[in-house]
């Protein structure tokens, strides 16, 4: 969810299809009033996150690496959009619609045997014996590994950012644990290609950020899955 200047909501909303588990999902971009009354879809993608089996058991997983929707809204009311299965970004205006779109050139990163390894050590299974007492158990089990399909190359990016200068932050997919620590895209609010910034300091890409002139709050997880607040400043 965002705010627009004016008061009114940008929500995305995610509708799984009840009659036929297997379909593709739908991601929607809507607008809403203060009073959060709906008001009109502004975007709508068809997506494939999640799948459903019902041998042995019936139960729903993710797709691994499935393109998404994402977006962000600027400062003067616009709404950046991009479904990340291409490069392209989508600029709308939430009451004319779509008023300008961007692409931007990228080498596909391969999904490696690393990368699905790492996939599936970082699933949880909660079980329960025979007098109900639940547990959970790392690792994915039999079913889902025998069920699950891997695309060939990752998304080219996984999330969509907004600066305080009205720049645009494009969060590419980048190789598991990268050295350098993790990169950036940054567009200026006409799509012009302005930098890849790097984040010195390595770790996780920051999914989240909260903007401020010249920098950007984010949260840092630790593989001891403790987190914690970093204020990073841009330069350069």
């Known amino acids: 969810m965002r705010a627009l200047p004016d008061g009114r909501l940008v929500v995305q ?41 019902t041998d042995p058991v019936s139960t729903d997983f993710s797709v691994p690496f499935a ?28 009451d004319q619609g779509r008023v300008a779109s961007f692409s931007h050139a990228y080498t596909p990163i391969e999904v490696t045997a690393k990368d699905k390894e790492l996939y599936f050590e970082g699933m949880t299974t909660t079980i329960g014996d025979s007098s109900g007492v639940l547990s959970e158990k790392k690792g994915a089990p039999d079913y889902i590994v025998k069920n699950t399909e891997f695309p ?27 050295p350098d620590g993790p990169e950036m895209d940054v567009f200026d609010k006409r799509g012009q290609f302005l930098a890849r910034v790097r984040i010195e300091s390595g770790g996780a890409f920051p999914y ?15 593989e001891d899955e403790e987190w914690s607040l970093v204020k990073y400043r841009v330069s350069g």
């Open 152 to 178: 060939r190359h990752k998304p080219p990016f996984v999330g969509i950012h907004i600066d305080s200068e009205g720049n645009i932050w494009v969060l590419p997919y980048g190789p598991a644990n990268n």
């Open 208 to 222: 989240r950020m909260v903007p401020l002139p010249s920098g950007f709050w984010t949260i840092k997880y630790t």
């Open 67 to 94: 393109p998404n929707v994402y977006f962000d809204v600027t400062h003067d009311g616009k709404v950046v959009i991009g479904y990340s299965e291409k490069y392209e970004i989508e600029i709308h205006d939430p």
């Open 13 to 53: 909303r995610e509708r799984h299809n009840l009659k036929d588990r297997n379909a593709p999902q739908e991601a929607s971009i809507d607008l809403f009033s203060s009073d959060l009354e709906y008001i009109k879809t502004i975007y709508r993608h068809e997506i494939r996150t999640d799948r459903y089996i």
